[in-house]
């Protein structure tokens, strides 16, 4: 079974920073292409980027709003995928959510809620 | 980036009729490999994204055949036959075609 749990969420100071972790299991994660979406409190839902497999080159891709500030690696050895986030911004808030969506496939995880508030 | 525009953004249907969101995107979505990645996605009230259809007409593993999916180019369809309570909840379509990848504002279907 695949499972996708996202830990590291919390609440957190405008200018602070965090980081998110996905624990991947129930599939091989080392040639996945991993994906972070958010979804802000009511609102729909927003592609945050993207890591290729090193397979594929290891490279990622970043929305406007988060370039410079956010960076997402991998961890094939545990199966993990980061989201760092910093210079976090009062509209960051919102459930992330990791995501591995695939041509035919699709797996998310159950998200974790980082909300930037002072 | 490509803009997804869903309509109706609010739908009331009746139990057992059927309902149709339609998604239109700012540019074509055909890949230079020929396939249209235009993707519908669920989401219940408190849950997680669950995607439906893939390539505007295949269906995730599981999902039921009351869900179809049509379109080409800009413009796409996502039906549902024979309502259920349990497809209460906000609809997305979503262009993997360009990155980024952009989702359209949302549908909500609610039971009249």
């Known amino acids: 079974e695949v499972q996708l749990v996202e830990s590291g969420g919390g609440l957190v100071k405008p200018g602070g920073s965090l980081r998110l972790s996905c624990a991947a299991s129930g599939f091989t994660f080392s040639v996945a292409w991993m994906s972070w979406v958010r979804q802000a409190p009511g609102k729909g839902l927003e592609w945050v980027g993207r890591i290729k497999s090193k397979a594929d080159g290891g490279t990622t891709d970043y929305t406007a709003p988060v370039k410079g500030r956010f960076t997402i690696s991998r961890d094939d050895s545990k199966n993990t995928l980061y989201l760092q986030m910093n210079s976090l911004k009062t509209e960051d808030t919102a459930v992330y959510y990791c995501?591995?969506?695939?041509?035919?496939?699709?797996?998310w995880g159950q998200g974790a809620l980082v909300t930037v508030s002072s | 980036d490509v803009v997804m525009t869903q309509s109706p953004l609010s739908l009331p249907v009746t139990l057992g009729q059927s309902a149709s969101i339609s998604c239109r995107s700012s540019q074509s979505l055909v890949y230079s490999d020929g396939n249209t990645y235009l993707n519908w996605f669920q989401q219940r009230p408190g849950q997680s994204p669950r995607r439906l259809i893939y390539?505007?007409?295949n269906r995730d593993s599981g999902v039921p055949d009351r869900f179809s999916g049509s379109g080409s180019g800009t413009d796409f369809t996502l039906k549902i036959s024979r309502v259920e309570a349990e497809d209460v909840g906000v609809y997305y379509c979503m262009q993997a075609t360009h990155w980024p990848h952009t989702f359209g504002q949302g549908t909500k279907v609610e039971i009249k």
């Open positions: 390539k505007v007409s």
């Open positions: 995501s591995r969506v695939g041509t035919t496939l699709s797996y």
